[in-house]
């Protein structure tokens, strides 16, 4: 090698180092090994490989840009100007998959919830429909009652009147001029308690009334002492005092003529009158 | 041997001169891309990458001022997937919130329907 060369060779090495700007083999670059290494974690990724391969594939080439010219021992920051173009370009397909995973998901979350308003409609279609059949059974439970509690009146011979039902007892209670029940009578103490029983809102007015033989006021007492007769045997057989009201009446309120035996058979009586299910009695018009 | 040398200077040296002129549509894209990303609240969903963007646009520019158009260049071309990345970024959270404020509707929605039904059955 002559000296000539020598020059030459010299010539070049200083051109070379001037124009990279940079002496003695070039270093690993931290940027780069670092823009590699977020490039190597977004790629082993399978979301963003997924969701994000355009933003990827950006970053790669970027990267690729940056190796190769650090290989060529290229200006350093050129290295880093495209090491740090690869690392953004991998945040980039970070938040690109993140953000198709995130749209992909409210889809999703919106078909469900589309759902659940379906099946809220249809538990509440369920709801009102079993609130029909609820209140359908109610009404035909009340029809039903009230047709059985007409039915035990009538066996009772109660009759429908503007008062309610009122059930009428003749002599089958009572002795003449006796207060005391008569054994008979217990057949329909009987069907009462039964009937209070069974039916715990109804209250009964019991009122007492005797034909016009006899001074007014001792019949008014006679009817008095009458229903309260009447009242009592109830007690016994557990129905409470506070659902019996007691009246005697006395002469009024004839039914019939007190001209003549029969007349008076039909005023001398006791008339049940059976309360609404609230148990309010009607009283009479005075 | 002297056959490679000549395009080799060649190419190095127009490598380093390779920008003569500002690079003016660049910086405009750039404007554009940050103004993008400030209209979908970049400003609170990603602040570090809008500032970092802002930030070498202005550099960008001076450096335009000082007639180094070549690292004018560079900078903008940092700056543009800065602007990028604080774009996508804040998309992707608002789009999480949506599926989180979705999730939590539902889970609302299926509360007051299990509320119904016990109400019903009691």
């Known amino acids: ?33 670092q823009a590699e290494e977020s490039y190597r974690q977004a790629e082993s990724d399978s979301l963003i490989v997924m969701k994000a391969p355009v933003a990827l594939k950006e970053a790669e080439e970027a990267l690729e840009q940056s190796q190769q010219i650090w290989r060529e021992k290229g200006d350093k920051k050129y290295v880093e100007h495209y090491a740090y173009i690869a690392e953004q370009k991998t945040k980039i397909a970070r938040e690109t998959a993140k953000l198709n995973a995130a749209q992909d998901e409210v889809s999703r979350a919106e078909a469900e919830r589309q759902k659940v308003l ?18 359908l ?4 439970k009340a029809r039903n009652e009230a047709k059985d509690l007409a039915n035990r009146l009538s066996e ?12 009428t007892l003749r002599d089958v209670l009572f002795d003449f001029d006796s207060a005391n029940l008569k054994p008979g009578a217990s057949n329909v103490v009987q069907e009462l308690s039964n009937f209070l029983s069974e039916y715990p809102e109804r209250t009964i007015q019991i009122e007492g ?27 016994r057989r557990g129905i409470s005092s506070q659902r019996i009201q007691t009246i005697g009446y006395g002469e009024q309120y004839p039914v019939a003529t007190n001209m003549n035996e029969a007349g008076r058979q039909q005023n001398r009586r006791v ?11 009607t009283q009479r018009n005075q | 041997m002297k056959h490679w040398i000549l395009p080799a200077i060649i190419l190095l040296m127009m490598g380093a001169c390779a920008s003569t002129k500002p690079p003016t549509q660049q910086l405009t894209q750039l404007e554009t891309s940050i103004k993008q990303a400030e209209q979908v609240g970049a400003e609170n969903y990603a602040p570090l990458e809008l500032r970092e963007a802002r930030k070498k646009l202005e550099k960008a520019r001076e450096m335009v001022s000082q007639e180094k158009y070549e690292e004018a260049e560079l900078v ?7 602007a990028e990345l604080a774009e996508i970024k804040t998309l992707s959270s608002k ?28």
């Open chain 1, 156 to 167: 009772m011979e109660a009759k429908q009147s503007e008062r309610g039902m009122v059930l």
């Open chain 2, 76 to 82: 903008a071309e940092k700056a543009m997937v800065d």
């Open chain 1, 118 to 135: 379906i099946e809220a409609r249809r538990a509440e279609a369920v709801a009102a429909e079993q609130r029909a059949k609820k209140a």
């Open chain 1, 1 to 33: 090698m002559d000296n000539s060369h020598k020059l030459f060779y010299g010539g070049i090495v200083a051109l070379t180092v001037i124009l990279i700007g940079c002496g003695g083999p070039p270093q690993n670059n931290p940027l780069l090994i």
């Open chain 1, 137 to 140: 059974e109610e009404v035909e």
């Open chain 1, 209 to 235: 009334f005797t034909d016009s033989v006899g001074s007014e006021e001792y019949n008014r007492s006679l009817s008095q002492r009458r229903a309260d007769a009447l009242k009592m045997a109830l007690i």
């Open chain 1, 271 to 281: 008339e049940i009158i059976i309360s609404d299910e609230n148990g309010i009695v």
């Open chain 2, 95 to 122: 789009s999480q919130q949506a599926v989180d404020q979705l999730r939590e509707s539902i889970r609302v929605l299926q509360e007051e329907i299990q509320k119904n039904i016990n109400r019903e059955q009691n």
